[in-house]
């Protein structure tokens, strides 16, 4: 039988890095396959190929049996090729509509029609999209949403999904993975590329494994198991455990009460919001995209005005202190680290065009004799980072912008460790991480917590939350809608209480 | 004092339609995601070459010089000349991807050397001021509506004395306006101006939008400059005439919020700004601050904006910005 689309032999080089070797692929229509593979593992460039953003050096690729050459993104869509990147391609200032209608040059422009058309998929799959509605104004899942009626739209048989549920809630990815089943039942091939082991096991037909650019197997779903995916992409067995002790001598480390916070348009952010972080404890901090998780450990760093309420800080053996109205640097000198990684992982934290070694003097550059800084310092500080996190590259002096995205994180992670704080923070420290790459900083946060450091961890993947975390504080609109016990919590409690305060029910 | 309200709008249009085909211009450039700082360059060579397009067709056919072909002639000199100019730059930036706060900048230093070259070349060969004859600079400066609308009371003055250019520069907003937004072809130049890359993954040719919207848009600003020197400067090469016009186009551009029906009444706005300090003087204020308020109004649109933050008022998301595909 002919497939839906199949890859044979593609190579693609990107200088003398080989991304894509001599990789043999299919996928048949009615079924959704999961690609799998390690950050750099090639999963995006082997799609990125398929949707016209890169051309392959070498190889073949058939649709419908078929040798078809696609050099651009138009040429993709002609052979029914939809890729949804991981980084929505829409345009904020447009509507749906009008991002659905990019690109399309057959008949009359005419933006109503095009309209009705959205209205008539979103009614068939049950998305709830308004046409009109500008993409600046929707939500993370909305947009998504739109992402995938653009390529509907197009009569897309073949859709190529990258990391969708990296910015999804619960809730959200299951309706997700409904949509996925649902076009799946109407004969489309999808191919999904995520890192979520669980969530290769629940929604897809065949898992295709990539190992440094080398496709390495494909198997029935049915027929694997999280472990033996794991090791097909490592290369090695690897313990998916985190051992969770319990904490031991947890004292009071910072203890919030009533902190409220409004940003500089009055928006409230932080709504009477009271926790205490224990030491030896990771405490796990949920909550929907932009619930108040920034906003938090921003004012505990005192990076953020607080319009009201304290935060106590009790430093092992020394009498408790009051933070707010403390300076960052002050609140830094006494203890309380923040390693925060946003969307775009350099934004905060980490200068790009700087090596490590001046990255690691961004926390000592005041420490030097007069107005010389002290260099010898953070060079060993960035050695020590390199060696014990195995930080891939060329030399501690690259610029950190060049690194892949979880080299970045361990520079930025293992900085805030080096200057051993008595608080870390941590907000999305494993952001677009592989699995393997994820299981070093979660076993750093562990060893964390062995030193009696309280850890705050801010999360977007739950089961990790639920197996990392001591308790979960979890946030809704900037209040806190419950702290749970998170070695007796369940999933969709946390999500229920993600999505309302109370969760329904007394929070304790 | 004698304050003529007529007069002053009548003005303030007259030296406002440069700036109105400067500003829509370099909307056009804009929109499609390149910031040309290089409009006073562009201005300088539009000027130059019209008038050098008008001067050497009114030498060559002496007496039988027809108004209307020497007025197209300036047209197409100026029109190709921006065209060029801004080839340069879109070859600079979208190509090569070179800076483009550097690349305008340098361009403006190359247009109005050009443009003084060009200028000052004609006058060494006439050896005193150069001027095109009579008949012909009619031709571009008088009104062109009949006399009849001209006559109305105070309307005929302030809508219906204007000569060509004023007209043409309304039309070009208009239609530029229905263009970019009413249109396939508009739409995909704002998408390309928003984000090259999400344009690019809708099978937009992100190439092809830029170079079109960034070479058409400098001839249009070219044409600013011409406009200028056939009718403001009265057909005379001065070299520093059109210093400064093609900054305020720029700055109208951000004033006007990137909608080129705005820079209609925006560029009145400015030229009447522009020339206040001469129609309306203010006997305590002197006129070198009075010349600036066109920037002191941009600065303050910027605050406000910026302070707004309407969605739809900011400037093209990926502006300044270059776009290479396979970049990670």
């Known amino acids: ?508 | 004092m004698n304050f003529n309200l007529a007069g002053l709008i009548k003005a303030a249009v007259l030296n406002g339609t440069p700036l109105l085909f400067g500003t829509s211009g370099e909307i056009l450039t804009e929109k499609s995601g390149n910031l040309n700082l290089g409009v006073e360059g562009l201005m300088f060579m539009g000027g130059a070459f019209g008038l050098a397009g008008a001067f050497w067709y009114d030498r060559a056919a002496g007496a039988g010089a027809s108004g209307l072909v020497a007025v197209l002639i300036a047209l197409l000199c100026s029109f190709l000349a921006g065209c060029a100019g801004s080839l340069i730059f879109s070859f600079l930036t979208i190509s090569l991807r070179a800076n483009q706060n550097v690349t305008g900048l340098a361009l403006t230093i190359f247009g109005t050397g050009i443009g003084q070259f060009v200028g000052e070349q004609m006058r060494l060969k006439v050896g005193g001021n150069i001027s095109i004859s009579n008949a012909l600079k009619g031709s571009f400066a008088n009104p062109v509506l009949p006399k009849a609308l001209q006559d109305i009371p105070f309307l005929g003055q302030v809508l219906f004395s204007y000569n060509g250019f004023v007209y043409l520069g309304i039309a070009m907003a208009i239609v530029m306006s229905v263009f970019l937004n009413r249109t396939r072809k508009g739409l995909y130049l704002k998408a390309v101006g928003e984000s090259p890359s999400t344009a690019d993954a809708a099978g937009i040719n992100v190439t092809r939008y830029k170079y079109l919207a960034t070479v058409i848009g400098g001839g249009i600003s070219a044409i600013g400059g011409m406009v200028y020197t056939m009718t403001i400067a009265g057909t005379v090469w001065n070299h520093t005439a059109l210093s400064g016009e093609g900054w305020v186009a720029v700055a109208l551009v951000i004033f006007c919020l990137w909608k080129p029906l705005n820079a209609l009444w925006g560029s009145v706005l400015f030229g009447g700004l522009m020339i206040m300090y001469l129609r309306v003087p203010i006997s305590f204020i002197p006129s070198q601050i009075y010349k600036v308020v066109p920037y002191i109004v941009t600065a303050i649109v910027l605050v406000i904006v910026s302070l707004r933050q309407r969605k739809e008022d900011q400037p093209p998301q990926s502006l300044g910005l270059p776009y290479f595909r396979e970049e990670r």
């Open chain 1, 1 to 508: 039988m002919t497939h839906a689309v199949e890859l044979k032999n593609i190579t693609k080089r990107f200088g003398s890095t080989v991304a894509n070797d001599k990789v043999d692929l299919y996928v048949d229509s009615g079924v959704i396959m999961s690609l799998l593979g390690e950050n750099g593992s090639g999963k995006t460039t082997l799609m990125n190929m398929l949707a016209g953003i890169y051309f392959p050096d070498e190889g073949q690729i058939f649709v419908g049996g078929k040798e078809v050459s696609i050099r651009s993104p138009r040429d993709a869509y002609e052979n029914g090729i939809g890729m949804i990147h991981q980084h929505f391609k829409l345009i904020d200032v447009f509507t749906a509509a009008e991002n659905v209608a990019l690109g399309i040059n057959e008949g009359k422009y005419d933006l109503k029609k095009v309209a009705a058309g959205v209205k008539e998929i979103s009614d068939k799959y049950g998305f709830g999209i308004d046409p009109d509605k500008k993409i600046y104004e929707m939500s993370v899942s909305e947009k998504q949403t739109v992402e995938i009626i653009k390529v509907l739209y197009r009569g897309a048989n073949i859709l190529i999904l990258d990391e969708p549920t990296a910015v999804l809630t619960p809730q959200e990815t299951e309706k997700l993975f409904g949509i996925l089943k649902a076009m799946k039942a109407d004969g489309k091939a999808i191919i999904l590329i995520t890192h979520k082991l669980n969530e290769v096991m629940a929604v897809s037909d065949v898992v295709a494994v990539l190992r440094k650019g080398q496709h390495i197997k494909t198997v029935r779903t049915e027929e694997t198991n999280p472990q033996a995916l794991t090791e097909m992409m490592v290369g090695r067995a690897v313990s998916l455990n985190i051992d969770r002790m319990e904490p031991k001598d947890p004292k009071p480390r910072l203890t919030v009460a009533g902190l409220t916070c409004r940003d500089s348009e009055g928006v409230t952010k932080l709504e009477n919001v009271g926790f205490i972080a224990y030491s030896g404890e990771i405490l796990g901090i949920a909550g929907i995209a932009g619930s108040g998780q920034k906003e938090l450990l921003e004012a505990i760093a005192g990076l953020r005005p607080i319009s009201s309420g304290s935060i106590i800080y009790t430093p092992e053996g020394k009498i408790p202190e009051e933070l707010v109205g403390k300076t960052p640097m002050e609140i830094k000198e006494a203890g309380v680290a923040l390693a925060f990684v946003p969307e775009d992982r350099l934004g905060m934290g980490l200068v790009g065009g700087m090596g490590m070694t001046e990255n690691m003097m961004l926390r000592t550059w005041n420490k030097g004799r007069g107005i010389f800084v002290n260099r010898k310092e953070p060079e060993k500080v960035a050695e020590q980072v390199y060696e014990f996190l195995e930080v891939v590259t060329p030399s501690i002096d690259y610029p950190v912008r060049k690194l892949s995205g979880g080299n970045v994180q361990k520079v930025l992670v293992g900085r805030e460790i080096a200057s051993s704080p008595s608080v870390l923070m941590s907000a999305y420290a494993v952001r677009g991480l592989d699995i393997n790459t994820s299981y070093i900083i979660y076993n750093l946060m562990e060893g964390q917590k062995s030193k009696g450091v309280a850890v705050i961890f801010v999360g977007e993947d739950l089961d990790v939350l639920l197996q990392l975390a001591d308790r979960i504080l979890v946030l809704c609109d900037g209040k806190v809608s419950g702290i749970v016990d998170a070695r007796t919590t369940t999933k969709e409690e946390v999500g229920l209480l993600m999505t309302q305060v109370g969760g329904g029910k007394d929070a304790n």
